[in-house]
């Protein structure tokens, strides 16, 4: 089993920057793989990035290409989303997700113009 919590979300402004963190924990030795997932107000979940747990094979969603970063250091088990250049349209709940079927609580990111 594994546990994952999200923190650093919040308000900022168009422009602004954001990093998100997700802490892992239990048995953290079986994940293979860490995601980060959206779900705006009144849409569908939508999928961010993913990368190896131990680094590599990172896959950005087209919206966050270029702006978004995750990262992982499995040793602290922890996963970071860090974000940059926010638009209004970034607004969502974001969660952090371990192998396709972990997912933590979420975090509400909130953009304004």
């Known amino acids: 089993q594994v546990q994952l919590v999200e923190s650093g979300g919040g308000l900022v402004q168009a422009g602004g920057s954001l990093r998100l963190s997700c802490v892992a924990s239990?048995?953290?030795?079986?994940?293979?793989?860490v995601s980060w997932f959206r779900q705006p107000p009144g849409k569908e979940r939508e999928f961010v990035a993913r990368?190896?747990?131990?680094?590599?094979?990172?896959v950005y969603a087209d919206s966050v290409k270029g702006r978004f970063t995750i990262s992982t250091d499995a040793v602290k088990n922890m996963a970071s989303l860090e974000m940059n250049s926010l638009k209004p349209e970034d607004t969502a709940v974001y969660y952090c997700?371990?192998?396709?079927?972990?997912w933590g609580p979420g975090t509400p990111v909130t953009v304004s113009s």
């Open positions: 997700n371990a192998n396709e079927v972990f």
């Open positions: 990368s190896r747990w131990t680094g590599g094979a990172v």
């Open positions: 239990g048995d953290t030795s079986y994940i293979h793989t």
